[in-house]
């Protein structure tokens, strides 16, 4: 997906993704942080996730399509708020 920007193309790459967590089927954090040391197995579940960071080149803002589009979003009202 590509979009422009005042003179920036902002454009969306699904490579842009950080390794993440997810620790809500373990019952006791603490308990299986520790087990996981010692190598025995957890419900814990390893996905992508969207990158909050972009790339800024001289001509175009690259990042996940979840962050393009949040960016998309927010950039029309961030010249209007005020800063007191």
């Given amino acids: 997906m590509t979009m422009q920007f005042g003179g920036l193309k902002l454009l969306s790459s699904d490579a842009m993704t950080v390794p993440a967590e ?5 019952r006791s954090p ?3 942080r520790r ?6 197995p957890q ?5 992508p996730a ?3 960071k972009v ?6 803002i690259i990042g996940h399509p979840v962050t393009i589009a949040r960016l998309a979003r927010d950039l029309p009202t961030i010249g209007q708020r005020r800063v007191i």
């Fill in 22 to 26: 997810d620790w809500s089927q373990v």
């Fill in 30 to 32: 603490g308990r299986a």
């Fill in 55 to 60: 790339i800024i080149t001289r001509d175009a």
């Fill in 35 to 40: 087990r996981l040391k010692r190598g025995h």
């Fill in 43 to 47: 419900r814990i579940r390893h996905y």
């Fill in 50 to 52: 969207a990158d909050p």
